[in-house]
């Protein structure tokens, strides 16, 4: 039960790198790359 716990923590990880990699180039770019970065 605990591997799920760390690979769920594991998966997240590289999701907020991620989104706070992106952050910038979204506050950057128009709305319409939001939406692609939403999706």
């Known amino acids: ?3 799920l ?3 769920d923590v594991v998966m997240q ?3 907020i ?3 706070d990699g992106v952050s ?3 506050r950057r770019g128009p ?3 939001r939406s692609s ?3």
């Open 37 to 39: 970065v939403k999706t």
């Open 17 to 19: 790198r991620a989104l």
């Open 31 to 33: 709305k319409s790359t």
């Open 5 to 7: 716990e760390v690979r």
């Open 24 to 26: 910038p180039l979204v």
């Open 13 to 15: 990880f590289p999701a």
């Open 1 to 3: 039960m605990p591997t």
